[in-house]
């Protein structure tokens, strides 16, 4: 096994590493040593996976780097095991494991065999998903998602503050100067959520370059699909990007695009595993009703302008910011002729009903709705009655 340029490339991606000494949030929780089990670190792309992964191999020592896409059909036990018993390497750093095809049976291998310490990431959640039958008792995963405001405002200004909880934003218990912050949102939205915006200041070309690498290149590892197939999912994103939130389901996807309900459904499911899309359920346990369908930031403006998708948008970031922090909640279905709020969070001191807009959002959404704890998320900001300004969510 020639080694010689695996040995470079590690060098030059710990070198890389000092160019970022800022670390994500997450990198505090990755903490190695307690237990035997694996890391595995799940994120989209262009999110600081391989970044994070260099930084942890830059400080770690008998630590070794490794792009899974330079292995080109070498065996990865076999390499571990020499790495392990020639140079003392204990820490394996595995960047975009998902492009090799056996991954989970050679993790598996490592892990009953070898007392190597495997961190890996990937960009397509369904493949580890997939695998987890053999993975399940190995590897505790992490979701490295796009920046939170929080982290957006550390990286960008160099300010630092602490999380805020939902009730805290609720019942305005948060020091006031969170508030002066409210002017970056819409840089945030535009495309701050992904860190390469630090230093490319027009990341469409780029998110589009990310966007076809994810559907031609990422999605065919994991999911038997025809050629054609991969258009098709391309349509689809284009749909969901042009179209407003409201109606947009597996019913009308499948309308629209040609393609059946099954497809539809299928398609929607890859992509929201590979973080293009995420997908919300209605309240309830009725399994005919379709789910809510929105789109990862800043994905929407490769279709359309940022001043006619606002609106969309500020859903985009509300369902984003509480999945990324773990949040329980549905969309609540609209009654016909009715007006209805947009969600219903599930939290520990009691449901809450949001609806989410612009200043001119008011009361009579709530009109009929039974719940005693209900929040306007606007934006501009306001703080007024039952208003609350919705970039406070990138603070949870």
Do not use: W
């Not at 966007?211 to 038997?224: G, S």
């Not at 629209?256 to 293009?276: M, S």
């Amino acid at each position: 096994m020639e080694l010689k340029k695996f040995f470079e490339l590690d060098e030059l991606a710990k070198k890389e590493a000092e160019k970022y000494p800022k670390k994500r949030l997450l990198y505090k929780q990755l903490i190695l040593g307690r237990g035997k089990h694996f890391i595995g670190i799940v994120g989209p792309r262009g999110v600081g996976k391989t970044i994070l992964l260099k930084q942890i191999a830059s400080e770690y020592k008998n630590s070794f780097y490794l792009s899974m896409d330079t292995l080109e059909g070498e065996n990865l036990f076999e390499m571990a095991k020499t790495l392990l018993e020639y140079y003392n390497i204990k820490l394996l750093l595995l960047d975009e494991v998902h492009f090799q095809s056996n991954y989970e049976q050679e993790l598996k291998k490592i892990f009953d065999f070898l007392g190597t310490k495997v961190i890996f990431t990937s960009s397509m959640s369904l493949s580890i998903f997939e695998s987890s039958y053999d993975l399940s008792r190995r590897v505790k995963l992490f979701y490295l998602y796009p920046f939170s405001l929080r982290e957006y405002l550390y990286f960008k200004k160099d300010i630092f503050l602490a999380p805020l909880t939902l009730k805290e934003i609720q019942k305005n218990q948060y020091n006031v100067d969170y508030l002066r912050y409210d002017y970056i949102f819409e840089d945030y939205i535009k495309g701050g959520v992904l860190p390469f915006s630090l230093e490319e200041p027009d990341i469409l070309p780029l998110l589009e370059n990310i966007l076809r690498k994810i559907i031609y290149k990422d999605i065919p590892f994991v999911a038997k699909l025809r050629v054609d197939e991969l258009e098709f999912i391309y349509k689809v994103i284009k749909f969901i990007g042009k179209s407003p939130v409201e109606g947009i389901n597996f019913t009308s996807i499948a309308k629209n695009i040609g393609i059946t309900k099954y497809k539809a459904e299928q398609y929607v499911n890859l992509l929201e595993k590979a973080f293009v899309l995420n997908v919300v359920f209605p309240e309830g346990t009725n399994v005919l009703k379709e789910p809510k369908i929105l789109m990862y930031l800043p994905y929407r403006l490769l279709y359309r302008d940022f001043k006619d998708c606002i609106g969309e948008l500020r859903e985009d970031f509300l369902v984003q910011a509480l999945k990324s922090k773990g949040y329980k909640f549905n969309y609540l279905k609209t009654r016909r002729g009715q007006k209805t709020p947009d969600y219903l969070i599930k939290y520990r001191d009691g449901d809450i009903i949001a609806e989410v807009g612009g200043k001119g959002k008011g009361r009579s959404q709530f009109k009929g709705v039974k719940a005693k704890q209900k929040i306007i998320f606007v934006h501009p900001c306001s703080n007024k009655e039952e208003k609350r300004s919705l970039f406070l969510l990138g603070f949870l």
